[in-house]
């Protein structure tokens, strides 16, 4: 009987060491990836912001409705690719996607909306 | 007896199946095009809006929303700042083509005084005509390149031909014809339409706004506003065309432009002088 307990106590000394040490493991991570900055932008990164930009900006378009400053976005995005900066590229992609989206929503709003400001 | 109650019901199904039509009917209405009803609503709303502006007043702008202005303006129009261009207009008309002929011979009357027909429908096109495309294309009909619709050379010809119909009122004519209406319908759609990242309609500055300030300018009204086209302004240091005020107007929203001369700005230019049918013609203009 008493040797039933030792191997069950050991057993479970074994298993909450090794919890322990997960649980310290996921802290460390957690803790090392909130005080280091995020990884910089690869061009594979890029490649996706700008594509996912480019994307929306034709169907905004498509709806007669691009706006400059999500042109001006695009541009920027790659001009800093082209000068190797990709977090700069990245990121002016990125907020040229969410123009684009909002230009496309707000062409899309407007179908019927302009009705509200007619004179009648 | 069972008959007369089937005829009975089936009358009454009929009653309110003409019921409900006509309900529907009276639902749809707001939304069937009426030019004529717009026009009366759109000179009611500004003349409502300015009870002090004479109706003929409102074709010069901000002049007409402020006594100061107003002033200045007079004074201006002593030495008016379009003169040059009104002069290069009227020698531009007149000079021959290489094959000789001249551009009065692609319009009515010559090309004199008939600023206020313009933009019309052409039928056999299916399309609005307005007058700076109707005169590149007379260019081009004659071997000659056709001007670019934003610079100096178009500016000083529809200047000239403006001066000649100055004082006709606007006359726009909407025929018999569903593209027209529906023309009409897609420059209204434009005029009211918001866009560009400042989420500004042509209505949101010229119908909302007309005598307030937007940074140092003082908006213009939308009734009247292409009466005075083209124009000479300041801010541009330069004559504009109708042409150059819409690609303008969308820029400084952060929209993209249309190229000059598109449908959609044929469109609004034909809706934006049906509603200001009546009111004379006082281009050349010009504004600060």
């Known amino acids: 009987m008493s040797m039933i307990r030792k191997s069950e106590n050991r057993l479970f000394d ?10 310290i ?13 995020a990884l910089a932008a690869s061009e ?27 042109e001006a976005g695009l541009a920027a995005a790659k001009k800093a690719a082209a000068a190797g900066d990709f977090d700069a590229a990245t990121a002016s992609a990125r907020k040229a996607e969410a123009l684009a989206k909002a230009s496309i929503f707000q062409a899309t709003s407007e179908k019927e909306r302009w009705k509200d400001m007619e004179i009648r | 007896m069972r008959v007369r109650t089937v005829l009975t019901s089936a009358f009454a199904a ?5 019921l409900a039509c006509l309900a529907a009917s009276a639902v749809a209405a707001p939304d069937k ?19 002090k502006v004479k109706l003929e007043d409102f074709v010069n702008g901000p002049y007409s929303m402020n006594e100061d ?18 002069e290069a207009g009227k020698e531009m008309f007149g000079k021959p083509f290489k094959n000789g002929k001249t551009y009065a011979d692609c319009f009515p009357n ?10 019309y429908f052409d039928e056999k096109e299916g399309k609005v005509i307005t007058l700076e495309l109707a005169l590149n294309r007379c260019r081009e009909a004659n071997g000659e390149a056709p001007y670019s619709y934003v610079k100096d050379e178009m500016a000083s010809l529809t200047a000239y031909m403006a001066f000649t119909s100055r004082g006709k009122p606007m006359d726009i004519k909407i025929p018999n014809d569903p593209r027209a209406l529906e023309a009409y319908e897609n420059g209204k759609r434009y005029f009211y339409t918001r866009r560009g990242q400042l989420n500004f309609s042509c209505a949101s500055c010229h119908v909302q706004s007309p005598g307030e300030r937007i ?22 240091a330069g004559m504009g065309t109708t042409s150059r005020r819409f690609v303008t107007c969308n820029s400084q929203t952060r929209a993209v432009p249309l190229e000059p001369q598109s449908d959609e700005y044929r469109d609004l230019e034909y809706y934006l002088s049906y509603v200001s049918n009546g009111l004379p013609i006082s281009g050349p203009g010009a504004r600060p």
Do not use: C
């Open chain 2, 69 to 86: 202005m107003h002033k200045q303006w007079e004074e201006k129009e002593q030495f008016p700042p379009y003169e040059f261009s009104l």
């Open chain 2, 215 to 236: 940074r140092a300018e003082v908006l213009a009204p939308a009734l009247g506003i292409l009466n005075a086209l083209p124009i000479y302004r300041s801010e541009w």
């Open chain 1, 44 to 70: 594979a990164d890029y490649n996706t912001a700008f594509a996912a930009a480019d994307a929306a900006e034709k169907e905004a378009a498509s709806l007669h409705n691009r706006w400059t400053s999500t």
């Open chain 2, 14 to 18: 009929l009653a309110a199946a003409a």
């Open chain 2, 110 to 119: 010559g090309g004199i005084g008939i600023r206020q027909n313009y933009p």
């Open chain 1, 25 to 37: 493991s996921i802290v460390a991570v957690l803790l090392v990836s909130g005080a280091m900055p």
């Open chain 1, 14 to 23: 074994k298993i909450m060491l090794q919890s322990n040490m997960r649980n």
């Open chain 2, 33 to 51: 095009p009426d030019p004529v009803a717009d026009a009366k609503a759109f000179k009611k709303y500004f003349t409502d809006k300015f009870p």
